[in-house]
């Protein structure tokens, strides 16, 4: 099985539709005018810079067109991109450059500090910025554009099975994992979504989540690309800026519930007519029941749904007959996804009992990027673990009911207890700590840090919290600190975080 180019074939179907909006610089352009931009970027990565197939470019910027071209250049000439996370700390970044071992930086002038500091401490060697104007001694993207030929370059058909880029996501050790992302994933990703909300040539769809995640870049941007729609590509979220595209322009919409309680919280929403918006849905953590219910009283259904960066990311999205009457469900595995609720021993349970989902499918990722022992961990028999406690009702739908392991969400990112704690775990004065996840009626959940302090030592929270800036991204950091004698144990030496949310979970 294969694939073709998809932008080469919708510059030739619908060379003149509008293919992309970016709301930061106005710039439109059609299908064939972003076709020659990706070719012109290809041509310079191979022919310029000497990059081979199968290597690495990274990517440090917001959303953005370029960010798409950038992407779709890369397919064409087998280039791997690593999309980078810019909310995280030097080190963290620096972690993954390491891994993913690119040859070349792109990156957004606003993170030009950050950019240079890579080139310093890892093996970059080549930079390029976004825009017209680079430092001396490098390219700037728009020259490097205008240099090329413009001739478009056709991607070879390629196996649903190599890979395009690499997202990378917190691993429960505290190591950062690459998820290899590959042409199939993003192809049945983009069917199962388009299925699910109807996507037709006819849609614009606005992207407010960030593009170094599965959800910017597949919710819906290349779903959209799939069908011959308009993606609209906003640099980040703002809420009068969202809503007035959504009013203006969109007609289909993906965010995180934080997305959508910021949107609703907004004085100025009551003004919007929103009316031209036919699908709105929600992932990335679960959506609270009286924020669905403040939206349909507005005439506004929001469809719940679930995923994964390792499962491209479409597995669930409830349909909108019973958004409401079965709110807190994620509704039922799309077209192309075979799903499983087992107990610890590998057994499928009955409706209504809870398990771990389990989930298969040509959409799932083929593994991490050079981690064979957690990829054989984390994929048996195809079957991917997701770590995800579920459980399904007699009508077919499912529930996401807790994270099977320690991961809490924050704001719609992932947050792994154990990477937290190996930073607070450098701090002298500390003997353990355990961070949970606490309720947060902004963000969702939040981390609170369960210290035990050395004898004859002394911190205080705001210390602790402090400790923690510039090594790990601001979401990541306990919102609050307590202080205890000891942490609760098994008889194996196992923290009983059970017993830290029964006893300090309440936020």
Known sequence: MYTFDWLAKRAELSPNKVALVDTATGRRWTYAQFNERASRFAEFLRDEWGIQEGERVAILAPNSSDYFEVLYGCAKVGVILTCLNWRLAGPELEAIV???????LIY????????????????IRKLMALGEKAPEGERAYEQAMAQASGRPILMPHRSLNEVWHLLYTAGTTGRPKGVIQTFGMVFYNAVNIGIAIDLT???????????????????????????????IIQRSFDPAETLRWLAEEATA????????????QHPDFGKYDLSRIRSWACGGAPMPTHLLEQYARHGIIIQQG??????????????????LSKAGSVGKPQMHVAVRIVDREGRDVPPGEMGELLIKGPGVTPGYWQLPQVTAEAIEDGWLH?????????DGYYYIVDRWKDMFISGGENVYPAEVENVLYQMEEIAEVAVIGVPDPKWGEVGKAIVVLKPGTGLTEEEVIRFCEGKIARYKIPKSVVFVDRLPRNPAGKVLK??????????
């Open 98 to 104: 390491n891994d993913a071992s690119p040859r070349a």
């Open 108 to 123: 957004d002038p606003e993170f030009a500090e950050a950019a240079h500091r890579l080139a310093e401490r890892t093996a």
């Open 201 to 231: 040539s006819q849609d614009v769809t606005l992207n407010v989540l960030p593009t170094f995640h599965t959800g910017g870049l597949n919710l819906y941007a290349n779903p959209t690309f799939h069908v011959g729609g308009t993606a």
């Open 253 to 264: 919409f993906f965010g995180v519930p934080a997305i959508y309680l910021f949107m609703i």
């Open 306 to 323: 679930f995923g994964m960066t390792e499962t491209g990311p479409t597995v669930f999205l409830i349909d909108k007959e019973h958004a």
């Open 386 to 394: 997701s770590g995800d406690v579920a459980r399904v009702d007699e």
């Open 498 to 507: 059970t017993e830290l949310r029964k006893q300090f979970g309440a936020g």
